[in-house]
Nanobody, 124 residues
Framework: QVQLVESGGGLVQPGGSLRLSCTAS????????MAWYRQAPGKARELVAV???????NYADSVVGRFTISGDDAKNTVYLQMNSLKPEDTAVYYC??????????????????WGKGTLVTVSS
C-alpha cells in the first residue's frame, strides 16, 4: 500500500514562514501530480498548489507570491514553502498525490492518495 506522511506544520506568527513536507512511501511510480490542499474550520477543502509532471505549477490566487511548491522525484517528496503567512492561512494542510502503484501482486493505474493532514496555525 502507498502512504503519504506530512510534516512541518505548527504555530507561527503572522509574517512568519513554514515548510511542509510530504513523502510517499510504498511502491508508487509514474507520479503525474503532487498537490497541497487545505481546509479551514467551517470551510470546504481548497487547492493551494499543484505541481504536474511535465507541465508545471499552479497556485491559488490567495497564495501567489507567498507560497512555493516543489518536488523531489527521487524521494517521492513534495514540499510547500510558505512565507509571509497570514491568519487566514490557518488550516489543516493535506498532501495529495496521483500516480500508479504496485501492491497485492498487481499494478494499479491512476490512483489518488491523501495524507492525514498537518495543522498550520498563524496567530500572534
Amino acid at each position: 500500500q502507498v502512504q503519504l506522511v506530512e510534516s512541518g506544520g505548527g504555530l507561527v506568527q503572522p509574517g512568519g514562514s513554514l515548510r511542509l513536507s510530504c513523502t510517499a512511501s510504498g511502491s508508487i511510480f509514474n507520479i503525474s501530480a503532487m498537490a497541497w490542499y487545505r481546509q479551514a474550520p467551517g470551510k470546504a477543502r481548497e487547492l493551494v498548489a499543484v505541481i504536474r509532471s511535465g507541465i508545471g505549477t499552479n497556485y491559488a490566487d490567495s497564495v501567489v507570491g507567498r507560497f512555493t511548491i516543489s518536488g523531489d522525484d527521487a524521494k517521492n517528496t513534495v514540499y510547500l514553502q510558505m512565507n509571509s503567512l497570514k491568519p487566514e492561512d490557518t488550516a489543516v494542510y493535506y498532501c495529495n498525490v496521483d500516480g500508479d502503484a504496485f501492491y497485492g501482486g498487481r499494478r494499479w493505474y491512476g490512483m489518488d492518495y491523501w495524507g492525514k493532514g498537518t495543522l498550520v496555525t498563524v496567530s500572534s
